[in-house]
Each structure stands twice: as C-alpha cells, then as structure tokens.
C-alpha cells in the first residue's frame, strides 16, 4: 500500500485566520480524497480532489471555505478559510488506486486541528 | 444516498474474549472497509471486503452483499484491539466516496 504523510499533524489556530493541510502520497494514485471527523464523531467526506481541475464538493462544504488543489497524482492540499472553533477537528486525506484491490482507501496520519 | 448502521455502539470485555461487529448497509455497494481507529487517530485498515470472507490472525470479517451486512469477528481479544472499529462503503454510483457508520467504541480490560 501506499505511504500518506500529512503536514502539519497538528495545530493550534486563532478564529479567524486560515490553515493549509498538506497530503503527500509516495506513489501516484487515481483518486484523492479530504475527509473531516469532528470531536467524538465519524468520518464526513468533503470533497474529491481532482487532479487538473476543481475539487467536487459534497453537501454541506464550499469551496469558499475549504479550498482544495491537487497539482499532480501525488500531492493535493486543503485550506480551512476564516476558522472558527466549530473547525475543531481531525482532517484526514485518503487515496485509491494505491494496492491490488483497485478501489481500496488507504487514509493519512491525520492533521488535529482546534481552533481558539 | 447510502445508509450504515454500526451495532453495537459501544462494548466492553476482558482479555481473551471473543467478539462480533455489525455492519448493516442500505444499497449495494462496490466496496466495504472495516478500519480500527487507534487513540491517536490512525485510521488502520482491516479489512476490504466487498463481499465473502477473509481471515487476519485473530481477525476475521464476512459480507453477504446480498442481505447487506457485514459482520467483523475479534478472538480472543487484548487491551491492543481497544478504539474505534469504523465500517465504510462505496454505493453503487458513489465513485470512490466512502460513507461511514457511527462506530463501534471497544474497550478491552486486563
């Protein structure tokens, strides 16, 4: 399977501001995925990264607010806009493509994020 | 779209005992996961398990895609296998969009 670093794990942001998460993937994969879990709960997906054109956005989430690039098959990012303490959560990227089972996910570390 | 439901929410057992997660799943799906989620946040794959059954070590898991569920089966537990246990399905048109149940939270005592 593939190896997914995430910077930074985590931080500790004031409202207000905006935090850039990195994904990077050792191996170059078909489809990139940002998922958000907040404290207690389990994983939302927010959007599909799309390599060469805009990220699909899933209910809920705008572009606006969660700006996503994914420059290359490796290595995508995503923005958390004018942060306020609901963001407090966990942000994990996933990736398919990467083993045999063609459709499998294999997830990043994760980046903790609470916001002040 | 799709609906999970994770049974049951929450349990607790001592060392040594066995097990068994649901997953019940509302439309077909191309593919299922079981992932635990260890206290740092690491989501670790278990299983992919579309459909049939797969064996790792203590762990096991079976999908009967055509009744829609999926079961993940623990023996003989250790206080290790405590955390998070998340089933996640792709529907059929979902493209690669996971979506995730609510979570089985195992506590595992010495």
């Known amino acids: 399977s593939a190896v997914i670093s995430q910077k930074p794990s985590r931080d500790i942001c004031q409202r207000g501001t905006s935090l850039t998460i990195q994904c990077q993937v050792d191996?170059?994969?078909?489809?990139m995925f940002w998922y958000r879990q907040q404290p207690g709960q389990s994983l939302t997906l927010i959007a599909t990264a799309n390599q060469g054109s805009e990220a699909t956005y899933e209910s809920g989430f705008v572009i606006d607010k969660f700006p996503i690039s994914r420059p290359n098959l490796t290595f995508s990012t995503l923005t958390v806009s004018n942060m306020s303490p609901e963001d407090s959560s966990i942000y994990l990227c996933?990736?398919?493509?990467?083993?045999?089972?063609?459709?499998?996910?294999?997830f990043g570390p994760g980046t903790r994020l609470t916001v002040l | 779209g799709i609906q999970v439901e994770q049974s049951p929410p929450d349990l607790i057992l001592q060392e040594g005992a066995n097990s068994t997660l649901r997953c019940n799943f509302s439309d077909s799906v191309n593919n299922l996961q079981w992932f635990h989620q260890n206290p740092w946040g690491q989501l670790i794959n278990l299983f992919y398990i579309p459909s049939g059954t797969k064996q790792n070590g203590r762990l096991s898991a079976t999908t009967v895609a055509t009744e829609r569920y999926s079961l993940l089966y623990i023996s003989s537990s250790q206080t290790t296998d405590s955390g998070v246990y998340f089933c996640a399905v792709e529907g059929g048109t979902s493209y690669g969009k996971l979506t995730f149940g609510q979570g089985t939270i195992l506590t595992v005592h010495p």
């Open positions: 191996s170059q994969v078909t489809m």
């Open positions: 996933s990736v398919e493509g990467a083993s045999g089972e063609y459709n499998e996910q294999f």
